[in-house]
């Protein structure tokens, strides 16, 4: 392959512009001429071997509330729970706060010790989305301990959770029933008066 380069003289204002660029050719290299020459993609520079990932022991769960939507993810790691990147004990609003640690405190600290758990939630307000944090935690751990761990712990922790509240495990199917004409709500008609 060969690479034009061009050498350009250039002298502002000068009456011989177009003539002061002159073309030299010089051969270079653009590819190699062996498919051997360069490594492949998703191969090791040195040997040419294919780099092995470990599989990461990964669980993922779903919580919802009316319109809030969570989704959990749970893997190997040192404790750490966020909430749209927000540690767990700086989620807003803080009158809810504990509605959040509910999973956490009802299993115990030590089954969360080892694991991150990583939840993203939208949709919904405020206190719809707490709840879809909510069962998003519990049911990932629940989750994780089912796939990595044992079937008796794993029924052992829906046991105690579904004990303290379902709602940590079943979603809530209730949802706000439309407005209808001739009445200020879903059910509630307007006043009706003969004189």
Known sequence: HILFVANTRFTPGSPNEAQETAYSVRPHVLAPSSDDALPKRNQCKMTGEKPT????????????????????????????????????????????RPKVFEPVLILGRERFDDLNIHVRVKG???????????QAIAKVIVAYYQKYIDEASKREIHRIL???????????PRRCEP??????GARARYQKSYR
Not at 74 to 95: A, F, H, Q, S, Y
Not at 124 to 129: E, F, I, L, M, P
Not at 179 to 184: E, H, L, N, V
């Open 162 to 172: 579904q004990n303290y509240d379902r709602s940590l495990l079943v979603a809530d």
């Open 124 to 134: 919904g307000g405020q206190v719809a989305q707490i709840y879809a944090v909510r």
């Open 53 to 96: 990932k470990e599989p990461v022991e990964k669980a993922v769960a779903l919580g919802r509330k009316k319109k809030a939507t969570a989704l959990a993810v749970c893997k190997k790691g040192d404790g750490i729970i966020t909430v749209n990147r927000v540690p767990l004990n700086l989620v807003e609003p803080e009158l809810l």
């Open 179 to 184: 407005k209808k004409f001739g009445g200020p």
